[in-house]
Nanobody, 113 residues
Framework: QVQLVESGGGLVQPGGSLRLSCAAS????????MAWYRQAPGKQRELVAA???????NYADSAKGRFTISRDNAKNLVFLQMNSLKPEDTAVYYC???????WGKGLLVTVSS
């Protein structure tokens, strides 16, 4: 059974940083593409960033230059480093195994002064 456990969310002031982590189990992590999605209040879920098994990344336009997705295949971890956070980044963030359609429970990130 695939399990994704996210950590690192919380409240941060505008301009601040957060690092989200996701621990995966039940899969051969090193061969799986991974992604982070988010859902803001009243909006649809959207892709934030994705990373292929070889490390190639892609980002939503809103995340480019501020967010970095990375992975540690030895530890079955995927990360989302978020810098220069804005109030509009407030959302529930989900770790996802896109090919399998498996989602974590989500983390609330609130950017507010």
């Amino acid at each position: 059974q695939v399990q994704l456990v996210e950590s690192g969310g919380g409240l941060v002031q505008p301009g601040g940083s957060l690092r989200l982590s996701c621990a995966a189990s039940g899969i051969i992590f090193s061969i799986e593409p991974m992604a982070w999605y988010r859902q803001a209040p009243g909006k649809q879920r959207e892709l934030v960033a994705a990373i292929a098994r070889g490390g190639t990344t892609n980002y939503a336009d809103s995340a480019k230059g501020r967010f970095t997705i990375s992975r540690d295949n030895a530890k079955n971890l995927v990360f989302l480093q978020m810098n220069s956070l804005k109030p509009e980044d407030t959302a529930v963030y989900y770790c996802v195994v896109p090919i399998r359609g498996v989602w974590g429970k989500g983390l609330l990130v609130t950017v507010s002064s």
